[in-house]
């Protein structure tokens, strides 16, 4: 069974950093396109960064610059370091994973979900 677990959010101020973790069991990372997605309240659920199974990345535009996707050696977490964070990044981020090649920012490409971390930015 998949498990997505989300850890590392919560609150600073504007410029500050966050790095954000997902635990992956019953998974294998390096099979499959892994992703961070927030959602901000009253808005839709958007891609913010993915890393494909060869290990390239790609950012939304309001990131690049700011945040990092990496996953370790083992293959087990997946990260994200914010940096230079603003108030529009607050928002809840979902960790996600789907077991195919292609790899995009797309919401619904991704099959399994985690429960979410809130981040919280304050200027």
């Known amino acids: 069974q998949v498990q997505l677990v989300e850890s590392g959010g919560g609150s600073v101020q504007a410029g500050g950093s966050l790095r954000l973790s997902c635990a992956a069991s019953?998974?294998?990372?390096?099979?499959?396109?892994m992703g961070w997605f927030r959602q901000a309240p009253g808005k839709e659920r958007e891609g913010v960064a993915i890393?494909?199974?060869?290990?390239?990345?790609s950012y939304a535009d309001s990131v690049k610059g700011r945040f990092t996707i990496s996953k370790d050696g083992a293959e087990s977490t997946l990260y994200l370091q914010m940096d230079s964070l603003k108030p529009e990044d607050t928002a809840m981020y979902y960790c996600?994973?789907?077991?195919?090649?292609?790899?995009?920012?797309?919401?619904?490409?991704?099959?399994?979900w985690g429960q979410g971390t809130q981040v919280t930015v304050s200027s």
């Open positions: 996600a994973s789907v077991s195919r090649a292609v790899c995009t920012l797309s919401v619904g490409l991704f099959v399994f």
């Open positions: 019953g998974y294998t990372l390096s099979r499959a396109c």
């Open positions: 890393i494909d199974r060869a290990g390239r990345t």
